[in-house]
């Protein structure tokens, strides 16, 4: 079983994350990739960060050169069915429960619930993880409809589309735990 989400975090300053030693750096910046705290662990030999954006730029560097495909796909399959069985269990992270709930997508109707469950499973029989996409960027509509227009793709083709959209998610996570200065660049 999985353990409860963690208290929400208070967000950290520039100073405060380039003090964190390896051990705090991975434990805080862990759920940036979901359930893939390696990724923080990489990225924190990195520092001193200048900026936010420093330390997603660390980050997405680590995956797209560090992970290989297979590496990649295992990353994909840390994250949740959307609005799946997790979820309705109540054991997402706190970071998926609220992006999906800010999506709408543990609120829906009984017809929108099998059609997800639906496409859910025929995305996972076609390219073998979960279909990931950053909800905090698309609405319930727009997510359903993004099922059918990828899963036309190959699997590397999806395996690409898919890792991009991790790496919204983490710009989204990273920007609820850092400071950002008035002139940061976007993330």
């Known amino acids: 079983p999985l353990s409860s989400p963690p208290m929400e975090k208070r ?35 990195k520092r001193p960060f200048v900026d936010a954006s420093d330390i997603y730029k660390a980050c997405c560097t680590v995956v797209d050169n560090q992970f290989c495909r297979e590496a990649r796909v295992g990353l994909l ?11 309705m269990q109540g054991k997402l992270s706190q970071a998926s429960t609220q992006e999906q709930s800010s999506a709408g997508l543990l ?28 909800v905090r960027e698309n609405k319930k509509q727009a997510i359903l409809e993004g099922f059918g227009k990828r899963l036309p793709h190959t699997v590397d083709e999806e395996v690409e589309i898919a890792t991009e959209e991790v790496k919204k998610i983490a710009s989204h996570r990273l920007r609820d735990l850092v ?3 008035g002139n940061a660049p976007r993330l």
């Open 11 to 45: 967000k950290l300053s520039l100073d405060e994350v380039n003090s964190l030693d390896y051990e705090s750096f991975t434990d805080y910046f862990g759920a940036l990739f979901e359930r893939t705290p390696l990724v923080a662990a990489a990225a924190w030999s």
């Open 77 to 87: 399959r840390c994250h949740p069915d959307l609005a799946g069985r997790l979820a």
């Open 179 to 181: 400071e950002l200065s």
């Open 107 to 134: 609120s829906l109707s009984e017809e929108e619930f099998r059609r997800l469950n639906e496409q859910n499973t025929q995305y996972k029989e076609k390219f073998g993880f979960p279909f990931v996409i950053c």
